[in-house]
């Protein structure tokens, strides 16, 4: 036999134990290149680049019609960027 409680938990004691059990939320930071959300030390999921290296061919799985859109995206991406460098201080959190 398995080990057997030689007493109850009452509810408090229990819900003290499972205070911790619970699901984190994943910490985001931004990307510096599109500045989407993305998981920090890991490559960017929307523009496949980490540490400002093309990583991933993002185009690659894409569709004609995927493709112009992210083209659009990645280019207002970068004039934003041009325009306001806040972006570029945020990254470095
Ligand atoms: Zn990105």
Same mark, same amino acid.
């Given at each position: 036999?398995?080990?057997?409680?030689? $007493?109850?938990? %009452?509810?408090?004691?229990?819900?003290? =134990?499972?205070?911790?059990?619970?699901?984190?939320?994943?910490?985001?930071?931004?990307?510096?290149?599109?500045?989407?959300?993305?998981?920090?030390?890991?490559?960017? $999921?929307?523009?496949? %680049?980490?540490?400002?290296?093309?990583?991933?061919?993002?185009?690659?799985?894409?569709?004609?019609?995927?493709?112009?859109?992210?083209? =659009?995206?990645? $280019?207002?991406?970068?004039?934003?960027?041009?325009?306001?460098?806040?972006?570029?201080?945020?990254?470095?959190?």
């Amino acid at each position: 036999m398995g080990g057997v409680p030689k $007493q109850r938990k %009452t509810k408090s004691r229990q819900a003290n =134990r499972r205070m911790h059990l619970y699901i984190k939320s994943s910490s985001l930071v931004s990307c510096p290149k599109c500045a989407k959300p993305a998981l920090p030390h890991t490559v960017c $999921q929307n523009c496949g %680049t980490y540490k400002g290296m093309d990583v991933v061919d993002v185009m690659k799985k894409l569709t004609k019609k995927e493709k112009k859109q992210k083209e =659009r995206e990645i $280019q207002a991406s970068d004039k934003s960027e041009a325009r306001n460098p806040k972006s570029e201080t945020n990254s470095n959190n």
